[in-house]
C-alpha cells in the first residue's frame, strides 16, 4: 500500500523538464546526423518529390465513348452471301460505357416452338419411353421433356422436348472465326477528363489533330502515338497475342489511358499515353470455359402467322478500357516550366484495308472505368507535412539516447550527467533554516 502511494505522489508532485548535454562522441554524432539525414531524405524526397505531399487534390470527371468502324462478307451454305457493317455486328448499338463488337458466331436458323429430340448425351439418350421423365429439365436441357424418346438420327434416339426446333447444336465452335476481318476493323475511343476544383479539361483528341488527320490516321506508339484510332488487331498484337487465335472463341482485352499532367505547365504538354494488356490471362493447364460469349436472338413472322427466330450464340473479345493517371498543379515558383510539343499529326496516311472474309462471327465488348486525381499547391497539408516531418527529426534523438544510456561502456556515466535530481526550492530552504 506504501508502495502505491509513493508511485501516485510522484506521478503528482514530479515534474520532468529535459536537460541538454553536450556528449563529445564521434559514433553517437555520426550516427545522429545519419538518421536526421535519412529522415529529411524521406521527408524531401517521399513525401514533397514523389508523393507531392504539399498539394491538394481533386478527383477527376472522365467519360469514354467509342465508335467502331468496318465492314467484311461473307458466303456459307446457311447464310448465303452477306454483308456485315456496323449495325450487324455491334450488340447492341449503345450501351453504357461498353461496346461489343461480334467476331465469331454459332447460328440456328428457323426455329419455331414445337417438339423435337434433344441433342444427344448421356443424360438424353434413350431405348424407350420409359427412359424419359415428362416434365423434366436440366441445367443444359435445350426444353421441357415430353416423355417420349424419339428418334434423333437413323441410329440414335433421344427424349423428345417442348422447345425451340431445331435446337441449338453448339459442340463445335467454327475455326478459323466467322468475321476474322475483324482483324482490321477500326475503334475510335474519345476520352475527356474534367477537375472541377481546378476548372482544368482535356481530351484526348487535341487541339492539332484535324479532321483530314483523324479520318486517315490509325494508333502507332513510334509514328502516331496521339492518334484515337485503333486497329483492333493491333491492339491484341500489341498484348502479345494473336486475335485470329483469341477470335475464335473470344477474351477480354484492356486499353489504358494514362494522363500524366503538371497543372502548371502548358495544357499541350498534358498529353494521353496508351497501353494495352490481355486481363483473361488462359492458363493452358486449366483451359475450362475459355473466351467470352452470350446468346441472342432475331424475331420475325412467317406468312402463315407463325412465329420464327434466328438463334446466334456470338463469342468475341471484351475490350476494357480504363483511365489513369495524376495531374499535378504547382505554383511556377515550385517548378520549372517545361516546353515541349507533341509532333507527327499532319503525316496523312491511307486508310486501314478492310478484308473480305467467309468464316464465324465473335464480338468484342469494351468497358470503361476511370480513376484519376488532380493536385494543387496548399498550405495546409504542406504545413502538415513539414510539421511531421520536424516530429520526425526527434527520432533521432531518441535513438540516440538508447544507444548511450543503455548499451555504450559509459552508460551509468553519462545518465549522471543527465539526470539531475532537484528538491523543492521552498522545501530545500526550510530544511536549511532548521539546521
Known sequence: MAGCCAVLAAFLFEYDTPRI?????????????????????????????????????????SSVTTKAKGVTVTNTSTLGFRVWDVADYVIPAQEENSLFIMTNM????????????????????????????????????????????????????????????????????????FLKAAENFTLLVKNNIWYPKFNFSKRNILPNITTTYLKSCTYDAVTDPFCPIFRLGK????????????????????????????????????????????????????????????????????????????????????????????????????????????????????????????????????????????GKFDIIPTMINVGSGLALLGVATVLCDVIVFYCMKKRYYYREKKYKYVEDYEQGLGGEMDQ
Request: charged share 20%; proline share 4%; hydrophobic share 40%.
Open 21 to 61: 548535454v553536450l556528449i563529445r562522441s564521434r559514433k553517437v554524432g555520426l550516427m545522429n546526423r545519419a538518421v536526421q539525414l535519412l529522415i529529411l531524405a524521406y521527408v524531401i524526397g517521399w513525401v514533397f518529390v514523389w508523393e507531392k505531399g504539399y498539394q491538394e487534390t481533386d478527383s477527376v470527371v
Open 235 to 374: 491492339i491484341v498484337e500489341s498484348a502479345g497475342h494473336s486475335f485470329q487465335d483469341m477470335a475464335i472463341e473470344g477474351g477480354i482485352m484492356g486499353i489504358q489511358i494514362n494522363w500524366d499532367c503538371n497543372l502548371d505547365r502548358t495544357s499541350s504538354l498534358c498529353l494521353p499515353s496508351y497501353s494495352f494488356r490481355r486481363l483473361d490471362t488462359r492458363d493452358v493447364d486449366h483451359n475450362v470455359s475459355p473466351g467470352y460469349n452470350f446468346r441472342f436472338a432475331k424475331y420475325y413472322s412467317h406468312l402463315t402467322g407463325a412465329e420464327h427466330r434466328t438463334l446466334i450464340k456470338a463469342y468475341g473479345i471484351r475490350f476494357d478500357i480504363i483511365v489513369f493517371g495524376k495531374v499535378a498543379w504547382l505554383p511556377p515558383s515550385l517548378g520549372a516550366l517545361v516546353q515541349t510539343q507533341a509532333s507527327g499529326l499532319a503525316r496523312d496516311k491511307g486508310p486501314s484495308p478492310h478484308l473480305l472474309s467467309a468464316h464465324a462471327l465473335y464480338h468484342d465488348f469494351f468497358f470503361f472505368s476511370c480513376h484519376l486525381e488532380a
Open 106 to 177: 454459332i447460328i440456328t436458323v428457323n426455329q419455331t416452338q414445337g417438339f423435337c429430340p434433344e441433342l444427344p448425351d448421356k443424360t438424353t439418350v434413350c431405348k424407350s419411353d420409359a427412359n424419359c421423365v415428362a416434365g423434366s429439365s436440366g441445367t443444359h436441357s435445350n426444353g421441357i421433356a415430353t416423355g417420349r424418346c424419339v428418334l434423333f438420327n437413323g441410329t440414335v434416339k433421344t427424349c423428345e422436348v417442348a422447345a425451340w426446333c431445331p435446337v441449338e447444336d453448339d459442340s463445335h465452335v467454327p475455326k478459323p472465326a
